[in-house]
């Protein structure tokens, strides 16, 4: 059990900040995320965007350019959130939208075969 004392420390914006930069997964536990925290907790573990709140396409490309399979916790997918993700980890063709851009579908198709 955690005391009210540990417990407030997660509202704390330098403290959370230290603590995503050694495990960014810590990013649940952060009461009052900023673009800052959120960034650096995605660039040291992209699956850390599924913990935001707050998405920007600037958090996503980080995220997917450390690891291209984080593709399924953007929200609002861009070609240029596709495209990192696809050169970062070509197994994130899984989780593209087909219909809504088949040409980077075909582009990287032949990567795969």
């Known amino acids: 059990m955690y005391t009210k004392k540990e417990l407030l420390k997660w509202y704390n914006k330098d403290y959370c900040l230290e603590q995503v930069k050694q ?16 960034l650096e907790a995605v660039k040291q573990n992209g699956y850390a965007l599924k913990y935001i709140t707050n998405q920007t396409e600037e958090i996503c490309l980080k995220a997917v350019k450390h690891n291209g399979l984080t593709l399924p916790y953007v929200k609002n997918k861009t070609l240029d959130i ?5 050169n970062q980890n070509i197994n994130a063709i899984e989780y593209i939208d087909i219909k809504k851009f088949p040409e980077l579908y075909e582009k990287y198709l032949f990567m795969i075969k």
Request: net charge neutral.
């Open 82 to 86: 596709y495209s990192e993700a696809l």
């Open 23 to 38: 495990n960014g997964l810590t990013l649940q536990y952060v009461k009052n995320q900023t673009e800052k925290i959120c």
